[in-house]
């Protein structure tokens, strides 16, 4: 437990220093994500010939997947697959930003990373235990989280994505929803 801790502590700050791949993209549709371990990397090569590209932006709950191995798409684009199969991530919650608007009294703008991404981070964290069973202290899952980014904030976007992933790159199996893994 002390080992997750410390991990998740090093990508916080790693993130909060600028590491994470946030960059928006010129259709302000990017979001930006803090694994707390690597997930599984994926090829064309290893995906099922059914798996569909399918904008990250229109994951929903239950939905399941593998990242896409261009570091340019990943915060757009995933590989959808039916849950039977295996894959990387599966979404166990879509939800709007509903933290601070802003430093600046709430005129709308974007409130900044280190803010977006704290509020997007404990709303996943605290949303983790109803889908998987149990604490995500005690887990063998992890979470990875991606929230807006400034220029998507700015096209209206405010959606958090919650996943659960293998920290040991194994492929999931089915829903991990109620396994208690």
Known sequence: ????????AAALLCT???????????DGATTSSAPTTAPPETTVSTLPEHATEQGLRDVEVGDCFQLIDDPLAQDKAVWSLPCEDPHSH???????????????????????????QDWAEQACHDR???FVGVRWTLS??????????????????RTVI???????????HGSQR????
Do not use: K
């Not at 109620?178 to 893994?181: A, E, K, Q, S, Y």
């Open 90 to 116: 599966e979404v166990y919650d879509v939800l709007d930003y509903e933290g601070e608007d802003d430093e600046n009294g709430g005129d709308g703008s974007y409130p900044g990373v280190p803010i977006v």
């Open 140 to 157: 063998e899952l992890d979470i990875q989280v991606w929230w807006p980014s400034e220029d998507s904030w700015a096209s209206g976007d």
């Open 178 to 181: 109620g396994t208690g893994r």
């Open 16 to 26: 909060l220093a600028g590491c994470s791949d946030g960059e928006g993209g010129a």
């Open 128 to 130: 983790f235990e109803a």
């Open 162 to 172: 919650c996943t659960v992933f293998s920290p040991s790159r194994d492929r999931l």
């Open 1 to 8: 437990m002390r080992r997750r801790f410390v991990a998740l």
